[in-house]
């Protein structure tokens, strides 16, 4: 069972306070590659069906 802050809406995170987060973000940005499974799965999925449709707008 978690235990609940005693401030509602305050949460810590290790990553955010160490600057990971903020790191993988400008990584991402730079390098147009998303770092996370979704964004992963995204980027593979617009990339199958430009290859299948092609890029029409």
């Avoid at 903020?22 to 940005?29: C, E, I, N």
């Amino acid at each position: 069972m978690k235990k609940k802050s005693s401030i509602p809406g305050l949460s810590f995170s290790l990553k955010r306070a160490l600057g990971i987060t903020q790191f993988k973000q400008k990584v991402s940005r730079e390098t147009g590659i998303p770092l996370t499974r979704g964004g992963i799965e995204r980027k593979i999925g617009s990339t199958i069906v430009k290859m299948l449709f092609g890029n029409k707008k």
